[in-house]
């Protein structure tokens, strides 16, 4: 079934009176059945794109100058160039617009995974991207610069072999790193994973340039006066073509919206386009230089409420899935304490061999592999082969709960295994059952024990949350990446969430230090040695 779908100028993107005649009255006719086919959710267009990269995309904290909430981070806005063209793909479909911020390499699994229906996010159609995904016509082209400090030598080259001897650095799983292999005699860095990465490198002098898109370079110069970027004449720079430096929209292998899609953006002309990237551009302008102090405070005054909500979920994750952790690695230790006879006979002791083994393997598994690892393949790998759709909350809970029950188990086992053995006996003596000597006897002892190991993993989860951003969950060093990326202010952001890690987790163990010591008891105390004598015996 196909259907007309009219085109208003009026909707999306403001188009100045010159440009309207060319996108005016324009006719779509779109198989509705074939795109209902390539979305996810039926009028959902869910788009994924990182909102670190300005002025293609960043976050804030309000959303003006026509900014969308972040559905997987609540109360924060996504805006740039790639925004506002996905507000204008939505609009011309008809369909509702969904923006899920995620990090860079975890885009193509997440559209590969159903979690998004495309990625707008200044992607270039590699040809190793095309062998995973499909791409649309291009939506943006611009050309390769290098961005330097001023006061760099490098700032006045006017030729790529300029730069030969240079440090250079580029993003990771970019085109842009594989360009700098274009430079005589350059020294190829480690790529970095973000452009607020690159350029604190640049501005500390680890690098003397890092590649970047114009609009890009453009950006960082407008936040950093110290750095400047160098442009290079044709036949002087690097050597591209079309697809290395054109933008265009990542979709699913086959899927049914790339014909819809191509049909919208045709819609958009080339001046439109290009007006759109100067207003981003001269949206995301910030002025000149402040001080330190005073950026660390405009920062703080403008993306405090992300950094509020980042540093709750940070710490309910920290506790939940320690709580939660704890009560496995319980259940873990008690079990594997059992008593059981070796008997070859007994189909109960061949049961327990194999239920110990896989409960070995799981405590082996996740402790012997990153966390950062699990949350990649449990995220995206539960929507690919199970299509179970998790959130990005409720994946963290159970990625750390899992691994904070590994390591609680040989803890609390180990606590088990370190209370007397004459503990025992003493409660056979009287008649306890192993359940009950367990419960009464060996735990409360055993518990006391590991607290101090308790609290340090609280406090290592607390940390440890981190990692986790590579699943897009909105804890405090995510939001920490989105304000740099948004401000291109690298080391003034993760200034202050230094100072907020470090308020957690000293607060965090201090507080756990006097709940120990509280446990402890007094340090002295009496003891009545008969109720028939007088004399008590005072212990210190």
């Not at 403001?14 to 005016?24: G, I, N, R, S, Y």
């Not at 590969?112 to 229906?117: C, F, P």
């Not at 053995?421 to 008649?431: L, M, V, W």
């Amino acid at each position: 079934m196909s259907v007309l779908l009219f085109l208003s100028v009026g909707q999306g993107l403001q188009v100045p009176l010159a440009q309207a005649a060319e996108v005016a009255d324009v006719q779509l006719e779109i198989d509705q059945d074939a795109l209902e086919e390539g979305l996810e959710t039926p009028g959902v267009l869910r788009i994924g794109m990182e909102a670190n990269y300005a002025p293609f995309n960043w976050s804030q904290a309000e959303g003006t100058d026509g900014a969308v909430e972040i559905s997987n981070s609540p109360g924060e806005y996504a805006n740039g160039y790639d925004l506002q063209i996905a507000k204008r793909l939505a609009d011309t479909l008809n369909l509702d617009l969904e923006i899920v911020k995620l990090e860079w390499d975890g885009l193509p699994p997440a559209l590969e995974s159903g979690k998004i229906d495309g990625i707008i996010a200044g992607m270039t159609p590699t040809p190793e991207r095309m062998e995973q995904i499909d791409f649309s016509e291009g939506y943006y082209e611009s050309d390769l610069v290098l961005v330097v400090r001023k006061d760099s030598p490098f700032a006045e080259a006017k030729r790529l072999d300029d730069f030969a001897g240079a440090r250079v650095t580029g993003q990771l799983n970019t085109f842009h790193y594989d360009m700098i292999e274009q430079i005589p005699d350059v020294i190829q860095q480690t790529a970095m994973d973000s452009f607020p990465t690159m350029i604190q490198s640049v501005l500390s002098d680890k690098s003397d340039a890092y590649v970047s898109e114009r609009p890009g370079a453009m950006a960082a110069v407008a936040a950093n006066d110290e750095l400047t970027f160098v442009a290079f004449d044709a036949g002087l720079g690097f050597d591209t073509n079309n697809a290395d430096t054109t933008i265009a929209v990542g979709l699913r292998k086959h899927s049914p919206l790339t014909g819809p899609i191509n049909q919208a953006l045709a819609t958009i002309s080339a001046n439109e386009r290009n007006q759109l990237m100067e207003n981003m551009v001269e949206l995301n302008e910030r002025g000149g230089s402040l001080g330190f102090w005073d950026e660390v405070r405009g920062i703080w005054n403008t993306y405090r409420p992300q950094f509020m909500r980042g540093i709750a979920n940070t710490m309910i994750i920290a506790l939940i899935s320690t709580t939660i952790g704890f009560l496995i690695g319980l259940i873990i230790a008690i079990y594997r304490s059992l008593p059981i006879q070796r008997n070859l006979a007994n189909i109960g002791y061949w049961l327990y061999k194999i239920l110990d083994f896989f409960v070995a393997a799981y405590i082996e598994i996740f402790r012997g592999t990153p966390m950062m690892v699990q949350a990649m393949l449990i995220f995206y790998g539960s929507k690919l082969f199970f299509n179970i759709d998790m959130t990005s909350m409720s994946a963290a809970l159970l990625i750390v709960s899992v691994n904070t029950g590994a390591y609680l188990a040989e803890v609390i086992r180990g606590g088990i295994i370190g209370v007397d053995k004459g503990q025992y006996e003493g409660a056979k003596a009287i008649g306890m059952n192993h359940f009950q000597t367990m419960v009464y006897v060996v735990l409360p002892q055993a518990i006391r024990s590991i607290m101090p190991a308790l609290g340090n993993e609280f406090v290592i989860n607390i940390k440890d949350t981190s990692v986790l951003n590579v699943i897009a969950v909105a804890e405090l060093f995510f939001v920490t990446k989105s304000a740099a990326g948004s401000t291109y202010l690298t080391f003034q952001t993760y200034f202050i969430a230094s100072v907020i890690y470090f308020i957690l987790t000293f607060v965090t163990t201090r507080v756990l230090n006097w709940l120990n010591n509280r446990g402890e008891g007094k340090a002295n105390y009496t003891v009545h040695t008969s109720s028939t004598m007088s004399t008590e015996v005072e212990v210190n």
